[in-house]
């Protein structure tokens, strides 16, 4: 239940920095999607049932926020969940580069799935050739906020918590020495 | 069989259940219009944090704007002193055009039309994510805005509330790709449907044979029935007449600055 609070409260953290304070920073309309990198976190670490809910219900209420298709967000990022879960007995979850790998690959797939659901069911305009000339850009921005991230995480927790282990980030930690 | 259930049992219930999120997203784009619960309960929940970091971001930059960052203020007053004399020949100038107006107005019987009750709004938030155009105003259903209000500002057309909750609704902007406005070129008349494309617009289905030209100004039609007639989209950025084809292709750089947004006016009577 605690760990639960804490990926809800992470991600509003995450809306209101990409709704509020990045667009302030970044020029145009481009921004880091933070709510990817927890879905990838969430997908390498939480179970399928538990982790599961937890996405749909953090990509419906990205919906809140983001663009007028309501359950678009849901079905996406359940999707990339479902892609890391299948996955993850074959990989070092422990590994962050692969998490920043997961988090590229990630965004292509969110691109495609945005894609496919909006050119095929709904009656707004064509998005996607839009969508894929911003997918470069959208690319180095997720990746860089996802090592961003995750040193931080790992200050932090050298910081706050320094003889508890947070799963995901435990082979970085021991790299930095703590 | 059971073995093979048992061996591809995770894959088909990922299949099952990423076809049911499809299924609802598909079921719930026929409430489109609406606000759905869901949405309602997140812009009512992170509504009061983003006016309270709108605050104190905009609070800091008038802070170092106004007392702490001032080269170059003697120069900026100089410039002002001189655009606000210019503007006042000018002013005395549209002052005769006005009352001319006026006269010719009363002499044709012109009825005036009604004027339409407006709601200042701060924008408070742009949207989540890179692909969509929208924003969020701290004026909600408490205050009169309901979904399908024309949003404007003084240089033109910004775009229509397509989300409210009491205190809060979220704004879709003309140069997202759902979003399309009836409209005409001001100089002939000539009808089409500007639509998003995300930084620019294009307007469409405008006649082979309408003559159009580059700069000419593209205002609201009043056809679709959010927004009133006369409010401008655009000026005309290029145009691509082929030599077949029924339609030209004409793209508009819109004549709001959507990266600027602060403050806009809520139209609260549609149009009938």
């Keep these: 239940m605690n760990r639960t609070l804490v990926y809800l409260a992470m991600a509003g953290s995450a809306i209101i920095l990409q709704t509020v304070l990045l667009p302030l920073v970044l020029p145009g309309y481009n921004k880091p999607d933070l709510l990817l ?37 849901g079905f996406v990022m359940l999707g990339i969940f479902l892609a890391v ?34 050119d095929f069911f709904s009656q707004t305009a064509r998005i996607w050739p839009q969508m ?10 997720n990746f860089l906020a996802a090592l961003v991230l995750l040193r931080v995480t790992v200050r932090l927790q050298r ?20 | 069989m059971w073995e093979w259930w048992c061996k591809n049992r995770p894959l088909l219930l990922g299949g099952v259940l990423l076809l049911a999120a499809l299924l609802w997203y598909s079921v719930s784009l026929r409430q489109q ?6 949405e309602s309960l997140v812009l009512r929940a992170t509504g009061p944090v983003q006016v309270a970091f709108d605050r104190v971001i905009k609070g800091t930059a008038d802070i170092w704007g106004h007392y702490l960052y001032l080269v170059g203020t003697a120069e900026d007053n100089r410039s002002l002193v001189e655009e606000n004399r210019a503007l006042r020949a000018v002013l005395t100038q549209s002052d005769e055009v006005r009352l001319e107006n006026a006269r010719l107005r009363l002499l044709l019987d012109f009825k005036e039309a009604q004027e339409m009750a407006t709601l200042p709004a701060r924008v408070i938030a742009e949207d989540a994510s890179s692909w969509f155009r929208t924003v969020m105003i701290d004026k909600g259903s408490e205050q009169g805005v309901t979904e399908g209000l024309p949003v404007v500002v003084a240089e033109g057309v910004v775009g229509r509330v397509v989300r409210s909750s009491p205190r809060f609704s979220r704004v879709l902007l003309i140069n997202d790709a759902s979003s399309a406005v009836a409209s005409l070129l001001q100089d002939n008349r000539a009808r089409g449907v500007c639509r998003g494309q995300g930084e620019q617009l294009v307007f469409d289905f405008v006649l082979r044979q309408e003559e159009v030209k580059i700069g000419d100004r593209v205002v609201t039609s009043g056809m679709g029935g959010v927004f009133p007639k006369g409010l401008v989209v655009g000026r005309v950025e290029s145009v691509d007449r082929q030599e077949f084809g029924l339609f030209q292709s004409i793209e508009v750089t819109p004549a709001v600055d959507f990266s600027h947004l602060e403050e806009v006016l809520v139209l609260l009577r549609s149009p009938q």
Excluded: C
Aim: glycine share 12%.
């Design chain 1, 37 to 73: 990198v927890l879905v990838i976190y969430l997908g390498l670490h939480e179970g399928p049932w538990r982790g599961g809910l937890l996405v749909y219900l953090l990509g419906w209420s990205y919906d809140g926020m983001a663009g007028t298709f309501p359950g678009l967000n």
């Design chain 1, 85 to 118: 879960r299948g996955i993850v007995t074959r990989v070092n979850t422990e590994s962050s580069p692969l998490l920043l790998l997961l988090v590229s690959v990630g965004t292509v797939l969110q691109t495609v799935m945005a894609a496919f659901a909006l």
């Design chain 1, 159 to 178: 910081i706050f918590m320094p003889r508890r282990d947070l799963p995901g980030l435990r082979k970085l930690d021991s790299r930095y020495g703590s």
């Design chain 1, 132 to 141: 894929v000339l911003q997918l470069p850009l959208q690319l180095l921005l």
């Design chain 2, 33 to 38: 219009d609406e606000t759905n619960f869901m």
